[in-house]
């Protein structure tokens, strides 16, 4: 790998000498937070010289700290050290002028990566595999919604002119669109994500992107954050907005993320592949460790109170810990059990996750499934099959059983856990407090 003056040296020769350059960093909502960079000033960047506060890691959803989490200005609110995530820097098509755009992580003033790095703790999951001589492959499905563009930031969504209310699959759809997905589509190639297909999803304005298959899970996780900053950006270029928040309409699908994985061994083989027509026991063994975590782990797969609005029964979402083979209906579909594209499908996800959060728990799932050896239920095809019990469309019980799992400390580090608890839990408070219209719509003049 190569180091990052010699990285900008080959985009400079390629794209020209950048105006500034975007310094992106994920926090613990998945919000890029960091700085505008002149490229003046890039030696800054080359020699550890660029700081921002840790607790610019883990503010709550409205962007401010939080004492109880004991950061921020509590203890000072010290400096960490930017420093650029290699392979990430890449053009900003959409921006006016030449731009560039890098993600980075912080590191403490001894040169270790923040505890509260998001991708850290994925990179913690995937050492954990590595060290069995394992390696996951993943691929990811995002799916979003197009809108027209709000005057005002609390008015609703609306579908773009002509969108019907079911699209699914609808080439006519496309074609209608093709400007604006056209231009999503370049400047993903221009960034060098690995997209693939491209469909209309089920609701009006409704897409969903394919990423190709990857064994560098730390580069899929990129990718999904660079792609959604890439479609809300080309969207307002064209006058319109995106959203990947998990529920934007009542009656209409909501957005998810779909997250596809299989293991390799040293070998390069999939140790998910079966020997026959039966389900290979590794593959088993995963899919009973996913189901069995799904629970403590929903308040990573559902973070916000938005997220929850897609966990009701005929709400078009998975909703339980259950799984089938080539079965949508299931919170985990095995589409292959055989060959080198065995894999599990996970399906519960809203595409409002923090992809590196979201990843490491998934893959967390795996790694204690086939280290336990596990057994799922029954599959849902099956007739003797018992119906699971759903997932809670609590958020506050969801945030509760994340705070008290023994297995979230271990995944996400105690600490983590409970600064993450705390963040949801402010969320909960200030979100519940507030008085919506359609309470003021039934009670006011009739009580």
Not at 27 to 46: C, F, H, Q, T, Y
Not at 166 to 181: G, I, K, T
Not at 370 to 396: C, F, G, H, S
Request: a negative charge; charged letters at 20%; aromatic letters at 8%.
């Amino acid at each position: 790998m190569t180091d990052f003056k010699t990285e900008y040296d080959t985009y400079c020769t390629k794209h020209g000498v950048p105006e500034r350059i975007d310094l992106m960093l994920c926090d613990l909502n998945a919000v890029l937070r960091g700085k505008w960079l002149p490229s003046s000033e890039i030696s800054k960047l080359i020699d550890n010289q660029v700081r921002i506060p840790l607790s610019t890691y883990a503010p709550n959803i409205f962007g401010f700290e939080l004492p109880a989490t004991g950061l921020g200005i509590i203890q000072g609110d010290p400096d960490g050290v930017l420093k650029p995530i290699l392979g990430t820097l890449k053009p900003v098509p959409w921006a006016e002028g030449n731009v560039a755009q890098v993600l980075v992580e912080m590191h403490e003033m001894d040169g270790s990566i923040s505890e509260l790095s998001p991708r850290r703790i994925l990179k913690l999951i995937l050492d954990q595999f590595n060290a069995k001589g394992l390696n996951p492959v993943v691929a990811c499905e995002l799916e979003f919604y197009l809108l027209n563009k709000r005057k005002n930031i609390s008015d609703p969504p609306t579908p773009l002119d002509g969108t019907p209310d079911a699209q699914n699959y609808d080439l006519e759809v496309l074609s209608r669109s093709e400007s604006l997905l056209r231009a999503i589509q370049a400047a993903s190639h221009i960034v060098g994500l690995p997209i693939d297909t491209m469909i209309a999803e089920f609701g009006p304005g409704q897409f969903e992107i394919n990423f190709h298959h990857t064994a560098d899970v730390l580069a899929a996780a990129d990718t999904a954050i660079l792609f959604r900053r890439i479609v809300r950006g080309v969207a307002a270029e064209h006058n319109m907005e995106a959203t990947f928040m998990a529920k934007p309409y009542a009656s209409h699908p909501g957005n998810g993320m779909h997250l596809h994985a299989s293991v390799l061994d040293e070998k390069g083989e999939n140790i998910f592949d079966a020997s026959d027509d039966e389900i290979a026991p590794t593959l088993r063994h995963a899919v009973a460790g996913v189901l069995n975590t799904m629970n403590e782990f929903q308040a990573i797969f559902a973070p916000h109170l938005n997220s929850y609005r897609r966990f009701f029964l005929g709400g078009f979402a998975p909703c339980a810990p259950d799984w089938g083979i080539d079965n949508r209906n299931a919170g985990i579909r095995l589409p292959e059990i055989n060959g080198s594209s065995a894999r599990l499908e996970h399906r519960i996800c809203g595409a409002d996750v923090n992809p590196y959060l979201a990843f490491a728990a998934i893959l967390a799932g795996v790694l204690h499934g086939i280290e336990a050896q596990e057994e799922p239920p029954l599959p849902l095809e099956d007739k003797n099959a018992l119906p699971a019990v759903p997932l809670t469309t609590n958020w506050a019980l969801s945030v509760e059983n994340f705070a008290t799992s023994d297995l979230a400390a271990k995944v996400f580090g105690k600490s983590y856990r409970d600064i993450y608890t705390i963040l949801r839990r402010d969320e909960i408070a200030q979100l519940t407090a507030e008085i919506s219209p359609i309470e003021y719509k039934t009670y006011l003049s009739r009580l």
